[in-house]
């Protein structure tokens, strides 16, 4: 008889980012990096229009 119960980790997956300590700072570097990024295209499409 297979085994019907869904298999649950025994520990919490504490797994952190490579380059950050906490993947909350990683979500605020990949925010403010997108606000830079659509800064500098707004900047480069008033510059050049």
């Known amino acids: 008889m297979p085994d ?3 298999k649950t980790p ?3 997956d504490d797994s952190r980012p ?3 300590s ?3 700072d ?3 570097f990949v925010l403010l ?3 830079l990024i659509i800064a500098i ?3 480069f499409t008033k ?3």
Request: charged fraction near 10%; charge should be neutral.
């Open 4 to 6: 019907t119960q869904p």
């Open 10 to 12: 025994t520990e919490p």
């Open 18 to 20: 490579p380059i950050f």
């Open 22 to 24: 906490s993947w909350r």
């Open 26 to 28: 990683m979500y605020w």
């Open 33 to 35: 990096f997108h606000a």
């Open 41 to 43: 295209f707004y900047w």
């Open 47 to 49: 510059a050049y229009s």
